[in-house]
C-alpha cells in the first residue's frame, strides 16, 4: 500500500484504551470563553472537544512506553532508566555529554543563561517564543535570520525554514564574531510554519561557525520530523535511513537542545547535550542547582525510560509517513476551501493566514486572536494565534509594532485524533468561511512582560 494519493490515511496503529471527550453547545462555549478573557489558554480542558493548542506534551504513548514506565528505576543517581536513555541520545547526537532536563526550555535557560548577557548577540533562523524569551532575560538580544520568501505564506519552496545564510555573514560582521554567543538551527523551524530545514542550509551554516569560531545550537524538538522532509526533498538522502538523516544533522552541532514532548513522544522531558567538556561542566553545576542530580534533571527514571523508548520509535518509518501525511492532509483540505493557509504544509501543524482570512480586521485589532475565539465558539476547537498577540511589541508612544504574519496554529498532537476528528476540523471551517464579514477584533486588557500569550486578558471590540 504505498499509494500516497490514497484518500484514506489509516492510522498505523490500533486503539487500546480509550478517553471520552465532550461535545458542549455554542451558548457554553461563548460563556466558557468569555469567562477566560478570551484566551484560550485558561480553558478548562473538559471544555474542549479537539484540542489542537500544541503537539507539545500532547501526544500518546505506545504500549511499549507504557510497560517501560512499570520498568522505570527510580534509583536517585545512575538508574538503569538513565542509562538506557544516555545510550539512546548519545547514539543519536554523538555527543559525550548528556543533561536531562524537566523540558526544553530549562535546557534553554541553562545554556541560554552561561552563552547569553548583556551585549551578546545570538541569530538563528527563527528563535521559538521561549528560546527569545530565554535569551532576552539574560541581557541579551535574538535576531532571527530568516530569507525574504519564508514570511511569504504562500511561496511554495521544500525547506521554507532554512537560515539566509548571506544574512547571517553580513550580521555577524556587523556585530563582530566574538559578540555572537551563538547560532541556533530550530529544526523543524516551528514558529515560521513548522518548515523543514535542508541538510545543505545546516552544512553551510557549520562552515560559517568553523570561519568565525561560533558555537551552533541544533534546536532539535522535531529532528525526526525534520529527518522525513530531508529524505524525501532533498537530493542525496533518498536511500539513508530518518534516523540516519538526524544523525547526520546533529553531528554537525556543538549542542542539541530538545524538548522532548515533541519528537520524545512523551508527555514531560527535555534534554540538553553538549561536546564541549568545559561548558557541560559549568551547566551540569546549574542542573544540579535548579532541576535535579545529573542523572535524573528533574524527571523520574518511568520518564526517562518512556523517553528512550519514544526517540527510537519517532524514527518507524510507517509512523512519520502518518505522521507527515496526516498533517498535509488538513492542510490540504482546508486550502480546498479555499482557507488561505501557510504553504506547503510543515510538519506538526496547520497555519492559517489569519490576515487574509479575516481581512476586514486590522492587525492592532488581532485577527489571529479573533479566529482563535471563533474556532472553538463554533466547534470546541482550541488553537493558538501566532502572530502580533505573540510576537509584537510597542514602540516608545505605546504603538503597536506588529509581527509579520498573523497566524492561527493549529497543532496536531501526536497518535492522538483520528481522521474523522480531523474531517470535522475541516467542516467548522465551513461555518467561519460564511460568517466571516461579521467577526471582530479585540483589544488586550490584561498583558505580562514576558510570553503575554500565555495569560493575556481581550475585551471584544463591537
Ligand atoms: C517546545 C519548544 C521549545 C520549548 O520546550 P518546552 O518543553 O515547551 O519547554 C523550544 N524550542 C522549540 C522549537 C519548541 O518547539
Redesign the pocket.
Known amino acids: 500500500m504505498k499509494n500516497t494519493k490514497m484518500r484514506t490515511l489509516a492510522e498505523p496503529f490500533r486503539i487500546k484504551m480509550v478517553e471520552p471527550v465532550r461535545i458542549t453547545t455554542e451558548e457554553y462555549r461563548r460563556e466558557a470563553l468569555e469567562k477566560c478573557g478570551y484566551n484560550p489558554f485558561l480553558l478548562h480542558s473538559e471544555d474542549v472537544f479537539i484540542d489542537l493548542l500544541t503537539d ?2 500532547t501526544g500518546a504513548m505506545s504500549d511499549r512506553q507504557w510497560a517501560g514506565m512499570m520498568m522505570g528505576d527510580e534509583s536517585y543517581a545512575g538508574a538503569k532508566s538513565w542509562q538506557h536513555l544516555e545510550a539512546v541520545v548519545k547514539g543519536l547526537t554523538g555527543m559525550p555529554h548528556i543533561l536531562p532536563t524537566h ?4 535546557a ?1 535557560r541553562i545554556l541560554y543563561g552561561i552563552l547569553g548577557g548583556k551585549g551578546k548577540v545570538f541569530l538563528s533562523n527563527t528563535h ?1 517564543d ?2 527569545r524569551a530565554n535569551i532576552e532575560f539574560t541581557g541579551a538580544t535574538a535576531i532571527d535570520v530568516m530569507p525574504e520568501h519564508a514570511t511569504d505564506p504562500e511561496i511554495d519552496l521544500p525547506f521554507k525554514g532554512n537560515i539566509d545564510t548571506t544574512k547571517l555573514q553580513e550580521l555577524i560582521l556587523q556585530h563582530g564574531s566574538t559578540n555572537i554567543a551563538a547560532i541556533i538551527m ?1 529544526v523543524t523551524n ?2 515560521s510554519g513548522g518548515q523543514p530545514v535542508s541538510m545543505r542550509n545546516v552544512k553551510d551554516v557549520r562552515n560559517i561557525c568553523d570561519q568565525h569560531k561560533i558555537m551552533l545550537v541544533i ?1 532539535g ?2 529532528i525526526a520530523e525534520n529527518s522525513y522532509f530531508v529524505k524525501h526533498r532533498e537530493a542525496g538522502y533518498e536511500h539513508t535511513s530518518y534516523e540516519d538523516i538526524a544523525k547526520q544533522m546533529l553531528r554537525l552541532a556543538d549542542a542539541f ?1 530538545m ?4 519528537d520524545g513522544l512523551v508527555n514531560m522531558g ?1 534534554l540538553l547535550t553538549l561536546k564541549d567538556d568545559a561548558l557541560s561542566q559549568q551547566c551540569t553545576n546549574l542542573l544540579i542547582i535548579s532541576e535535579g542530580f545529573a542523572t535524573y534533571g528533574g524527571l523520574s527514571g518511568r520518564d526517562m525510560e518512556a523517553m528512550a523508548i519514544g526517540l527510537k520509535e519517532v524514527f518507524d518509518p510507517d509512523y512519520l509517513h502518518y505522521r507527515i501525511r496526516s498533517t498535509a492532509y488538513l492542510g490540504e483540505h482546508l486550502k480546498a476551501k479555499g482557507i488561505p493557509v501557510v504553504w506547503p504544509i510543515g510538519g506538526h501543524a496547520v497555519y492559517i493566514d489569519a490576515k487574509k482570512l479575516y481581512h476586514h480586521i486590522p492587525v492592532e485589532e488581532y485577527p489571529g486572536q479573533a479566529l482563535v475565539c471563533d474556532l472553538y465558539t463554533q466547534g470546541g476547537i482550541r488553537c493558538v494565534e501566532v502572530g502580533s498577540v505573540m510576537f509584537g511589541k510597542y514602540d516608545a508612544n505605546k504603538k503597536l509594532l506588529p509581527a509579520k504574519n498573523e497566524l492561527v496554529r493549529l497543532a496536531i498532537p501526536r497518535r492522538v485524533y483520528t481522521q474523522s476528528h480531523i474531517d470535522y476540523v475541516i467542516d467548522v471551517f465551513d461555518d467561519i468561511l460564511e460568517m466571516r464579514e461579521q467577526k471582530r477584533g479585540f483589544k488586550i486588557s490584561y498583558e505580562p512582560p514576558f510570553l503575554r500569550h500565555f495569560t493575556a486578558q481581550f475585551e471584544k471590540l463591537t
Open positions: 507539545s506534551g523540558q526544553g526550555r530549562a534553554e521559538f521561549t528560546t530550530t516551528n514558529s534546536d524538538c522535531r537542545v524538548s522532548a514532548k515533541k527535555g
